[in-house]
């Protein structure tokens, strides 16, 4: 575009500036009716695309009255049973015409068809919708936790989707596959460009392999790719073409800026050398970024606000290496969960970024800069290798069974963590100018951040029953059968799936049906293998402590490492688990997805001594006070129980009030000190001892 | 309720009546390194001598055999036959500082949680030795409770023997691979299991040929009539493969041991071993010398047929303290 002919220097450029990025926000909560309206107000606002949160069980394929939803449905997201609440979700909002981002995994097939469903039922057509699918199911093993299903089926699913999409939903982008999620479990630039390419082969390899055995007859006749056999160079360019990068972007905005810029002339160099494509257009990396929502801070938070706006700027400003979709996070999200005014802020950023700075306005900024192109080929060149090494262990499926990826992962937080501790990584406002005086942002205590509406969970179960007993379930049942002959026989699952959406089958009978074929999976946690960083001062400290309260106690002091609920972000309570068996305590550590039940047992067959609980969904106030209770009932109550998650001041002392001895949230940054007191707790329940 | 508030015959009794509270508790007990603990868990243990109704199986082989995906499948087929299960599973991955991540009843999946199951992971801590003291008193308490119990270690060669000497029956698991027979040989593995499990027979020319080097290995190595060799089986824990015939095979292994009396004299022989490398741990070779060698103590066995195993290594080991300080002393 530039340069621009008829601009002088001292005058604006007349020449349109370049389209700018799709705007979103993340968002989603209580009920497909709070959540329509809104996105209609986002819309209405200057948002360009739609970017939906489904709620954890919603995620993991239960419906709002099973029981390991309780505490969940509509935190994290909105809850969505049925197509009924599909077309709730999107009242008004006609599909042809919308962009929408869906962040789902597992259940992504299902969530899709749904969507299909519902553009036909407004009088749309599949062929025309446009949007994405996250449905990157590798990374949800490394980090985020909600896959349902074991590796290969997840991979089979997975590459159904692509199939179907590719034939039949032309502009839709079937996979994001997902470096966010590996940055917020601890990767360095380097992993996170090296295990998502690696995540991205493993796909298009499986595909290629395949070349689409399982297309269904339609797609046959759709003529989009070959039945059998090894799929056209044609459509393998389709393919490569059609899958999108979800990104995440730090602080350290000039790395990361390297960092898009490395990743995309290697998943060129990729899309040359292995699969042998020559459309330019085909070859250019498209990624849509989230920035960076777990290195927000709790402590002074106005901060992030600043934090937002240059995270933003590293994966815009160089044009070559830019997002084709943004969305920030709210500066508040450390709190709690944001209002619409604080989503409101974050969508001005962007505008602002877009409409008012000239940013638009110029060809790449960085062509011929010395600097940046020596550290994008130093990125380039330690992905490269990095990517190697997994390939040669048989790649990202093998590098997940295998735990390398994730004991990866571990180490990289670990240490990042150790930084912050000692004060190597400065967080202002955190390890370094802590000094503040009161904020009038927080002041306003609760009224800061939205509560949802403890009510509308019962509201959602009552909805849904009331649909599971109008639908026909003839029609049902046969919809059900159909599907699950059709996995069994190997064909693609999007035909039957949509199909059972418009007969009324609900999010936990479809993925029910799943986890009867496939059968369920625990990924592995990482943590066993992970090495220990070298010991502080301070860890030395504690390591004594606990020897001397073991020898008080007659036994080695055991701590249980809890996740209840549906929550997956692990990566907390893993630290916390690595934490404590490096300061000398035994620890079991049961991995994510467990009821209160479960947890209370485990605490009282293993014989620990503490509990620690970590979750980030919201349900503390549920969840957490559950294992107290039972606890108490078991004759478990003198066992004292710490808390650690995103838990607002007013929430904490409801807890401490029920009997949860320390509560820790995000701004408990020293795991050493966190230890010291998990001593103390200790030792003053044993007092008599 | 607290640890103190009831009396060790008081916590036997619920123990027997497979009271999980209790059970938890009792393996405290036993776990606790302090003397006016350790009094304790003498007359627990004493208590419940001789009553555990619990068969012992032993799990062992090496890491990556799928032990703990056989163990979940092995506790999921016994529930279905309405048993309940007792696990002991020792994790061999403490560190210098001494702690330790205990990751076994995360691998196990499902069946840990299922109420029938009581699962309790101990840490190898600093020796071995200490373990199989701790071990072999927490499977008399999951055994006076449970109808199974099963003792899932890591280890290939050495560590077999002392879990041997605390179960009925000892299942090895095998992992299909090239020129294992040599490396079982090696490790002098084929001596002690009552059951060879090839695992992942997925994999199958290599698990087929595992299994054939093992059952041409046992032919060479041990000497009983070929119809009293163990049986090796094979199948897949993942898939549920071969579960059931594992499960037939241990029950089979139990009856001929009731028939022909190799139950008793088996647990008599591992009683006494635990003792002695007990008594060897603490006093020496000299030490055991110095109260008569073997012979005194199998009189001594056989002279309180009651006691724990633990009661008598305190016993013994208390006679002997009092002989050394008596003739130290001018």
């Not at chain 1, 349900?619 to 710490?642: F, Q, T, W």
Request: charged fraction near 25%; hydrophobic fraction near 40%.
């Amino acid at each position: 575009m530039s340069p621009r002919p008829d601009s002088r220097a001292d005058s604006r450029p007349v020449s349109r500036p370049e389209k700018p990025w799709l705007f979103r926000t993340y968002s989603g909560h209580s009920s497909a009716r709070a959540s329509n309206a809104l996105y209609r107000s986002n819309l209405a606002k200057g948002q360009t695309g739609l970017s939906v949160a489904f709620d954890l069980p919603t995620q993991t394929g239960y419906d709002s009255d099973h029981p390991l939803a309780r505490g969940e449905v509509g935190k994290v997201g909105v809850p969505i049973c049925h197509i009924d609440d599909m077309q709730t979700l999107f009242d008004a909002i006609p599909l042809e015409q919308m962009n929408t981002s869906m962040t789902i995994n597992a259940t992504a097939a299902w969530l899709l068809a749904l969507y299909v469903a519902t553009a036909e039922r407004q009088g749309g057509s599949a062929r025309k919708l446009r949007g994405t699918t996250q449905n990157d199911i590798i990374k949800e093993y490394l980090s985020r936790g909600t896959f349902g299903f074991p590796p290969e089926a997840s991979m089979r699913l997975t590459s159904e989707i692509v199939s179907y999409t590719v034939a039949n939903v032309p502009d839709w982008n079937p996979i994001n596959v997902c470096s966010y999620h590996l940055q917020e479990a601890g990767a360095t630039p380097v992993q996170e460009i090296a295990f998502s390419m690696a995540n991205a082969i493993s796909l298009l390899d499986s595909l290629r392999a395949s070349g689409d055995l399982r297309a269904s007859g339609d797609l046959r006749a759709s003529g989009d790719l070959r039945a059998s056999g090894d799929l056209r160079d044609a459509d393998l360019a389709k393919v490569f073409g059609r899958i999108s990068f979800f990104l995440n972007a730090g602080i350290r905005f000039v790395e990361e800026m390297c960092k898009c810029r490395a990743m995309t002339a290697l998943w060129e160099e990729i899309g040359r050398t292995r699969y042998g494509i020559t459309d330019e257009k085909m070859l250019r990396l498209r990624y849509g970024v989230q920035v960076n929502s777990l290195g927000l801070t709790e402590a002074q938070p106005e901060n992030n606000i600043v934090r937002i706006a240059l995270e933003a700027l590293g994966v815009t400003l160089s044009q070559r290496a830019r997002a084709r979709s943004l969305q920030l996070p709210a500066w508040n999200e450390a709190l709690g969960l944001p209002r619409p005014w604080d989503q409101q802020l974050s969508l001005r950023t962007q505008q602002i970024l877009a409409y008012e700075t000239d940013l638009l306005e110029y060809d790449d900024l960085f062509d011929g800069s010395h600097v940046v192109e020596r550290r994008t080929r130093e990125l380039m060149d330690a992905a490269r290798a990095e990517l190697e090494n997994v390939l040669a262990m048989g790649g990202a499926v093998a590098a997940v069974e295998n735990a390398y990826m994730k004991q990866k992962l571990v180490e990289s937080h670990t240490a990042r963590i150790r930084a912050i501790e000692s004060g190597a990584l400065t967080v202002v406002g955190v390890n370094a100018y802590r000094e503040t005086v009161e904020s009038p942002l927080v002041q306003a205590g609760t009224s800061s951040i939205l509560k949802v509406d403890e009510s509308a969970e019962r509201a959602q179960i009552e909805s849904l029953r009331a649909f599971r007993s109008r639908r026909n379930a003839a029609e049902v049942a046969t919809a059900i059968r159909q599907l699950e002959d059709a996995i069994r026989a190997g064909q693609n699952i999007m035909p039957p799936s949509i199909a059972a959406a418009k007969a009324g089958v609900t999010t936990g009978e479809w993925t029910e049906v799943l986890r009867r074929v496939f059968g369920e999976y625990r990924a592995p946690t990482g943590v066993a293998a992970s090495s220990a960083a070298a010991a502080s001062p301070a860890d030395s400290q504690v390591r004594e402590r606990v020897d001397a309260l073991s020898q008080r106690l007659g036994r080695r002091l055991k701590i249980l490492v809890g996740k209840p609920g549906l929550d997956g972000h692990s990566n907390g309570a893993e630290q916390i688990a690595v934490k404590a068996r490096d300061a000398g305590m035994e620890v079991v550590y049961d991995g994510i997805r467990l009821t209160p039940e479960e947890i209370v047992q485990s605490a009282r067959d293993e014989g620990v001594h503490v509990v620690g609980l970590s979750i980030l969904s919201g349900s503390h106030g549920v969840l957490v006070v559950d294992v107290v209770e039972r606890m108490k009932a078991a004759g478990l109550g003198a066992i004292p129980v710490v808390v650690g998650g995103i838990i607002p001041p007013e929430d904490a002392r409801a807890l401490e009030r029920a009997g949860v001895r320390r509560v820790y949230t995000p701004k408990d940054f020293d795991l050493a000190r966190i230890m010291g007191e998990i001593v103390d707790v200790v030792a003053e329940a044993n007092r008599a001892a | 309720m607290s640890e103190g508030a009831e009396s060790p015959s008081e916590l036997a009794a619920r123990v027997k009546a497979g009271d999980r509270g209790a059970v938890a508790r009792a393996l405290n007990l036993v776990d606790d390194r302090r003397s006016a603990r350790r009094a304790d868990a003498l007359v627990l243990l004493d208590a419940l001598e001789g009553q555990g109704r619990g068969r012992r199986i032993g799990l062992t082989g090496a890491p990556g055999a799928g032990k703990s995906t056989l163990l979940d499948a092995l506790a999921t087929g016994l529930r279905a036959r309405g048993r309940t299960v007792g696990i002991l599973a020792v994790d061999p991955s403490s560190r210098k500082s001494g702690g330790a991540l205990l990751g076994d009843r995360f691998r196990m999946g499902a069946s840990a949680r299922d109420a029938g199951v009581f699962f309790r992971s101990l840490a190898a801590r600093d020796q071995l030795g200490g373990l199989a003291e701790v071990a072999g008193a927490s499977v008399e308490v999951l055994a006076a409770a449970f109808d199974v119990v099963f003792v899932e270690t890591v280890g290939v060669g050495q560590s077999e023997a002392s879990v041997a000497d605390f179960v009925d029956t000892l299942v090895f698991v095998a992992q299909p691979a090239a020129g294992d027979l040599l490396q079982f040989m090696k490790a002098g593995i084929l001596e002690w299991p009552d059951v060879f499990f090839v695992n992942k027979s997925d994999l199958e020319g290599l698990a087929t040929r595992t299994a054939t080097e093992l059952r041409a290995g046992l032919d060479l190595g041990r000497g009983e009539d070929p119809a009293d060799r163990p049986p090796v089986l094979s199948g897949s824990a993942r898939d549920g493969v071969g579960i059931d015939a594992l499960i037939d095979a241990l029950d089979a292994h139990h009856a001929k041991q009731d028939r022909t009396g190799e139950f008793r004299r088996r647990r008599e022989a591992g009683r006494l071993a635990r003792i002695e490398s007990a008594l060897v741990r603490r006093y020496g070779r000299f030490g055991l010398a110095r109260l008569g060698g073997r012979p005194a103590l199998e009189a001594f066995v056989a002279a309180h047929p009651a006691r724990s195993a633990e009661g008598v290594i305190d016993a013994l080991g208390a006679r002997f303290e009092a002989g050394f300080a008596a003739k130290s002393e001018p």
